[in-house]
């Protein structure tokens, strides 16, 4: 099992964001995106998960492109973006349900009630979602991470971001459990959280140069 990424290019306007850039993950390792602020990663996110398309390059699955095998693809991904993609009237549990069936993952209620208690929504799980502060909303999107049997490739936008230590602490230590059981972890973040087996890729380094892109 392993994630193939060769020789992508990725322009937005006349603005090279990453050129040639070429690397692998196989099963139980996690790749940390670095880089300032509108250097492109969350953009490399999205084209990882089939969202976009490159200017070159090729991404495989298995072996496969994100083409010729797009349902087993996405069945074995989960994305968590900047849009957390939850509405507004329906409260944290009713969101994290809304986003099981929405995937048509069979997940009972006591699943459901543990992934939020586990991000420490047990308290407010039935208000709402707009009474929640951003922090809150966050961990609703988060809560899908808890839940059991979870895909094997996790692609993560600024997963740590606006949590407490304590929160970042049993975030990263439940995603280093997903990395040895074999999974891949791709997410990016401005600070190193520890993850096991993490290559670093500095996109910020990957702009003109095919050589300048490589992985620490």
């Known amino acids: 099992m392993s994630l193939q990424v060769s020789s992508l290019s990725y322009c937005r306007g006349f603005r090279t964001l990453f050129a040639d850039l070429s690397f692998v993950l196989e099963a139980g390792q996690s790749l940390w995106v670095s880089g300032r602020n509108g250097c492109g990663k969350s ?40 849009h957390y993609g939850n509405k507004a009237e329906l409260s944290a549990a009713e969101n994290l349900r809304a986003y099981v069936a929405i995937l048509g993952w069979s997940k009972t209620e006591t699943d459901i009630q543990h992934a939020l208690a586990e991000v420490g929504l047990q308290d407010v799980a039935q208000l709402p979602a707009r009474f929640l502060s951003q922090g809150q909303q966050k961990r609703i999107a988060l809560a899908r991470l808890f839940l059991p049997n979870l895909p094997v490739l996790l692609i993560l936008d600024e997963p740590f971001s606006a949590l407490d230590q304590a929160m970042i602490t049993k975030l990263t230590e439940h995603l280093n459990r997903h990395l040895h059981s074999g999974g891949i972890v791709i997410y990016t973040s401005h600070q190193d959280v520890g993850l096991v087996a993490s290559s670093v890729l500095n996109l910020e380094h990957a702009s003109s140069a095919p050589s300048s892109t490589s992985l620490a």
């Open 43 to 82: 953009s490399l996110l999205r084209l990882l998960c089939g969202l976009g398309r490159a200017q070159e390059g090729e991404i495989r699955w298995r072996h496969h492109t994100l083409i010729e095998d797009r349902e087993r693809f996405q069945s074995e991904l989960l994305y968590i973006g900047h």
